[in-house]
Structures are given as C-alpha cells and as structure tokens.
C-alpha cells in the first residue's frame, strides 16, 4: 500500500541548535511530555470537569478518556501505529474532536485539514502524506466527503486504508459508534517529545499550501505560552467555530483545554448570535479567531444588550482595526492582537493586563523564549523602529515542512525562519505588522505597501473590508487596484473612497487606479486574505 510512516529524521531542516535547546529547558518553555499521553493526564488530574460540549452533547475528562482509549485500541485493530499519518476532515464536531484525541493517543501523526478544502486540495494531502486512515463527514453542507475520499484514495493506490464515517453510513466505512463502542482499551503511545504528530497544511495567501510538521515538543510549547500567558485554569472555558483543523482550532480547543482542564465548547460554524449565546449559557472565558468573528460578535452582542463574561479574544491573521477592539471593548470582549502562523504561532502574545492603546496598535509583545530579526532587503540588521522583513526562531517552532525545498527557502542553518512579513520592533519590543514582502507595490521604482491604503480604506465608514493588490499597466509595470466589501452594497462610490483617501493626505499615486466591489474577499482559515486570487482578477480584467 506504500503508505508513510514519518520520523524525525524524515525532515530534513536545520535542528535547532543544543545551547538554544538548552536554554528553553532552563526556562520552562520545552519539555519531555507529549501529547500521546495527555488525555491520561488530564483526566487524572480534573477527571469530573467537563471537556467537551458540542450540541447537546457533554463529555468529563474521564468520560473523554475512555472513548479516547477505545478510539484509539480499534485504530490500532486497523494498523495504526507510530509513526502513521491519519487524515480528518470533519466539521467541529465532539467525534471529530475525540478521534483527533486517538490518533495521538496511538502515536500516530494527526492530519488534519480544513473541511472546505475539496478534490484539488484533497488529492494534494494524500498525494503527500499517503495515510494509514482517515476520517471524514458522509456528508457537510453539501458535500459528500466520504465519496470524495473514496475515490481519491483509490486514485493514488490507497484503497485498503481504514475509514471511519461522521453522522452516516457508507460501505467500506466503519460507523463512528462501531469505533468507540467494542470493549478494547489501549494505553497511551509510548512516543519521543520530538517525534512528528502534527502536519498542518498552511493557508498561502500568495501561493500554494506547504505541509508543516510540529512534534509533541514544540506543539506543547505553543500550547503552554498561551495557558500562561492568558491565565488559564480548569474554571476557563474557550469557545471554537474557527476549524478544529486550523491551528487556531488544535490550540484553543484541544491542546490547552487539555493542559489546563478547561472545557472546549465547538461550533460547527461560525453564526454570531449563535456565538452569543453560547459563550453566555456556558460562561465562556476566551476564544480566538479571525478579525471579521470579533467584529460579528461586537455587533451580535450589542444587538442582544448583554454583557459578555469574556476575559480574553485573541484576534489574529489580519489587520484589526482600532474601531473594531474599541467597540469589542465597550461591549466587554477584551481583545488583543496576536501574531503568528502555522510554522511558529506564537511570535507575540499579549493579555488584558496590556494598555488598550499596546493591544490595538501593535500586534504584541515578543512572546517569552521567541526571537525577532528584522532586516532589510540584504539582509542587514535593521534598528529598532525601522521596517524590513521578520525572521524568527522559537521554542514553538515547527520541525520543518515535508518538503525539502521548501525548507532550504524558508530557513537558513541557524533556524530562522523567513516569515515574508514586513514589520518593525520598537524598542519595548513589541511588534507592529506593515504588510508582506510580497504585498508591495511597485509603481514606475517607486515602492510602497498596499496595506497603507488599506488601513485608510477601512477607516470610511461604508468600508467593512478592503484590500488591494498590484495590477499590471503599461507605464508605470505596477499600480494599485483595490477590492472593496460594504456593510451595505451600494453605500459609496470609487469617487467617494478616492475623496476619502486624498482627505486624508495619501499621495495621489497610491490611489487605487481600479476598484472592485465585492460582497466578500477569498479568506484563509486564519481571517488572511488570499491575495493571489486578486492579483489574478486584477490582471484578467486590467490584462
């Protein structure tokens, strides 16, 4: 069946270096647990708390490690062990959140992916990871993901893998119930802290997605710098409608849970007053997600004249807004911006001991044990306050991605990381995101960032979102092109915005010389914009 079977060794990328580890451990930030032999801790140690609720379903900490265990004793039945990769694709379902639970439980590289992705993307995963298992929907808003798996995997010789079947029934698949329902008991892998046991697919916004691998030892340090770092303990409850399989999902709603006993309250979609009235029926504490999910809740909460029992909503994956953390904190949704990605999460983190002004002008402080370069063009080192690309290196840092070339681009032999981000680091050490690397215009040799008119744009008060973008022109090679959404269609006009932008003193080259109003922009799962897709609508239309 030629499946994989992934090792440490199997990435090839720069090791972090022994004095660096060294130091992590000194600290705190890295330790030998993994995540295989979490359940079994937590239940342990806050057995009757409640873990998940989803639905009309709740299950305790002990509850949870008995499915777990059966979950994973019948993946075992199947051939699942160390080292195996196990694909999910499910809607924030609590089956989906235990099964997740299992495969780490038995060892085994959990991957997850987004529940949007469809055959292209989907046959990308398998392509690469070629999976001892997976687990999927019969069917999710409209889409019959088990069929779609099906053929797929048959398509790259992978037809014997074991199936297991969400909220239906399909032949060749086993039913959920089947899974967890037979008398088997398997205790927690015996596994390395540095062994692979997640791949996480990330979100490009300027090109295709890479498969990153993190260990039990990074993703742990991830998992504690927020625990710590928020405050959290078994009395917090998070709140999740942002995908189990996005990073921002395996965090707040599975690993730090676990870490501290707090409960995971899923949605299966994100619906604002939904939202609402979830956080206030079980007193939800934080949550975390994308900017356009605190605005919605802002205004759902607002709406409904409650006052919600949120002590923290990290917000990241795009430019937040002032406006936007003002109005959340008057309905008392206490925010922060955080900044991170797949390959290291937690580059800045902040809490609402912060002064609003840190919380809503920057994007954090240097989370503990991280570390920032900022240089320019060559290369160089550039001073506090000076603008140039982001490199960085952590505790938290993935292993590196399955592919080897892609290593060799983004990280050079002392670990660091190119993060493509344009930012600046002031001399407290808090970071202020400017754009991408790859997010400047370059007008006739002059260059400047889109997210300058950006920032402009969405302070008109008609403009929910705006982005723009390079588009081709025969005289200068480069001139921006803005993509535009309304709080109501219709609510301004290219003339209107152009006046707005020249009121507020942007040079008249930076004005968009194409507008396009659209009801939404094409988003990643962490709230990015994926502005490949506009940067080739600019050029089909603007040719």
Avoid at 206 to 223: D, I, M, N, P
Avoid at 261 to 271: F, I, K, M, N, Y
Avoid at 337 to 346: A, D, F, K
Wanted: hydrophobic share 45%; aromatic share 6%.
């Amino acid at each position: 069946m030629n499946r994989t079977r992934l090792t440490a060794t199997d990435i090839v990328a720069p090791p972090a270096a022994p004095d660096r580890l060294a130091e992590y451990r000194r600290f705190g930030y890295i330790s030998d647990q993994t995540i295989s032999a979490s359940v079994v801790r937590a239940a342990r140690q806050w057995g009757s708390q409640p873990a998940i609720i989803e639905g009309g379903h709740q299950l305790t900490y002990q509850e949870l490690l008995e499915v777990v265990e059966r979950a994973a004793a019948w993946l075992g039945g199947a051939g699942v062990g160390p080292g195996d990769v196990v694909c999910w694709q499910t809607p924030n379902w609590w089956e989906a959140h235990v099964l997740g639970l299992a495969v780490w439980h038995a060892g085994a590289v959990s991957c997850p992916i987004a529940p949007f992705y469809r055959e292209h993307e989907l046959r990308q995963v398998i392509e690469q990871v070629r999976p001892a298992a997976v687990v999927t929907a019969e069917t999710f808003r409209g889409f019959a993901h088990a069929e779609a798996f099906d053929d797929l995997l048959a398509g790259v010789g992978l037809a014997d893998v074991a199936r297991v079947v969400l909220r239906g029934t399909r032949p060749g698949w086993s039913p959920f119930d089947v899974v967890v329902s037979h008398g088997r008991r398997q205790e927690s892998a015996s596994v390395g802290a540095d062994d692979p046991c997640l791949i996480l697919f990330t979100s490009g916004t300027t090109s295709g997605a890479k498969a990153a691998v993190h260990s039990s030892r990074s993703l742990l340090a991830e998992t504690r710098q927020l625990a710590g770092a928020w405050g959290l303990s078994w009395e917090d409850a998070a709140y999740m409608a942002a995908p189990l399989q996005h990073i921002t999902g395996v965090l707040n709603a599975m690993t730090i849970p676990l870490q501290v006993g707090a409960s995971a309250v899923l949605a299966d979609r994100w619906e604002a007053d939904v939202a609402v009235a979830d956080i206030m029926r079980h007193r939800v504490t934080y949550s975390a997600g994308a900017t356009v999910f605190l605005q919605e809740l802002t205004d759902a909460a607002r709406a409904a004249r409650v006052h919600m029992p949120l002590r923290m909503f990290a917000c990241g994956g795009a430019a937040v807004p002032r406006a936007v953390m003002e109005r959340s904190e008057e309905q008392g949704i206490p925010a922060a911006r955080v900044y991170g990605m797949t390959e290291l999460p937690t580059v800045t983190v902040m809490n609402r001991a912060h002064p609003f002004d840190l919380r809503a002008e920057t994007d954090g402080a240097i989370a503990p044990g991280v570390q920032v370069r900022v240089v320019g063009t060559d290369g160089e080192p550039l001073a506090a306050g000076c603008a140039g690309e982001l490199l960085v290196r952590g505790p938290e840092q993935m292993l590196g991605y399955l592919d080897p070339d892609a290593n060799r681009a983004a990280l050079d032999d002392a670990g660091w990381f190119s993060t493509g981000d344009v930012g600046l680091v002031d001399g407290a050490g808090f970071v202020t995101i400017t754009g991408r690397v790859k997010d400047v215009i370059n007008r006739g040799g002059e260059k400047f960032s889109a997210r300058d008119i950006e920032d402009l744009l969405v302070k008109h008060p008609a403009v929910r979102h705006a982005a723009v973008v390079p588009g081709p022109d025969a005289r200068f090679g480069e001139v921006p092109v803005a993509f535009v959404v309304f709080d109501q269609p219709g609510q301004a006009s290219a003339e209107d915005l152009s006046r707005h932008l020249r009121a507020a003193g942007l040079a008249r080259q930076k004005t968009p010389v194409a507008w396009h109003f659209v009801d939404a922009l094409p988003m990643t799962p962490s709230g990015k914009v994926k502005k490949f897709e506009l940067v080739a609508t600019a050029e089909e239309r603007l040719g």
